[in-house]
């Protein structure tokens, strides 16, 4: 018999990867192609550059500016439907409680890398490889 992938083994014990593989597949399908036909073509392009860099696990960073109400949060509603209906983790975090609850499945970012509340420029975030928080990073493809 093959050796387990530890990392594999390590995930299933893991509450924070298994709570953000927990979404009806189903539903987001659904919610997938709802969405899909509808996007504009700048939303179309932002999504496939993004998706793209996903895809080849090329780590790439990007800024997405637009005015209030252009279709920024649409986006991330079908990047993050696209991730999760693959079966991978997407995390989805704003500053403020009432920004994040606009994303789906969003958090607030202090309270997702429990970032200190006390923030300066000198501020260092640690986090021990062996955490969860840890594991759950490395299984991400996307933070948005
Ligand atoms: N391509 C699209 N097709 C249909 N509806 C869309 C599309 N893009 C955006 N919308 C709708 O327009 C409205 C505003 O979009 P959204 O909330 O994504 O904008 P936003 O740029 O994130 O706004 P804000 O910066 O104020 O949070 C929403 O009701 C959204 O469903």
Same mark, same amino acid.
Do not use: C
């Given at each position: #018999?093959?050796?387990?992938? !530890? @990392?594999? %083994? ?7 990867? $298994?709570? @953000? &593989? ?9 919610? /997938?192609?709802? +969405? /899909? &036909? ?12 993004? #998706?793209?860099? !996903? ?5 790439? %960073?990007? /800024? ?10 649409? !986006?991330?509603?079908? +990047?993050? $439907? ?6 991978? +983790? %997407?995390?989805? %975090? *704003?500053?403020?409680?009432? *920004? ?8 607030? $970012?202090?309270?997702?890398?429990? =970032?200190? /509340?006390? &923030?300066? @420029?000198?501020? !260092?975030?640690? +986090?021990?490889?062996?955490? @969860?928080? *840890?594991?759950? &990073?490395?299984?991400?493809? =996307?933070?948005?």
């Amino acid at each position: #018999m093959p050796y387990r992938d !530890v @990392e594999s %083994v390590s995930s299933s014990n893991n509450r924070l990867i $298994t709570e @953000e &593989l927990d979404y009806d597949i189903l539903i987001i399908k659904n919610e /997938f192609d709802r +969405i /899909f &036909l509808s996007l504009t073509n700048e939303q179309r392009h932002i999504f496939l550059d993004i #998706m793209s860099d !996903v895809k080849e696990n090329k780590g790439g %960073v990007f /800024f997405v500016y637009g005015y209030g109400g252009t279709g920024k949060n649409f !986006v991330w509603k079908r +990047i993050s $439907t696209t991730i999760r209906s693959d079966g991978h +983790i %997407v995390l989805n %975090v *704003a500053l403020s409680g009432i *920004a994040s609850s606009l994303l789906p499945g969003g958090r607030t $970012t202090h309270s997702r890398f429990i =970032l200190p /509340f006390e &923030l300066t @420029e000198d501020s !260092v975030w640690k +986090i021990n490889p062996d955490d @969860e928080l *840890a594991s759950l &990073l490395r299984r991400t493809s =996307l933070i948005i």
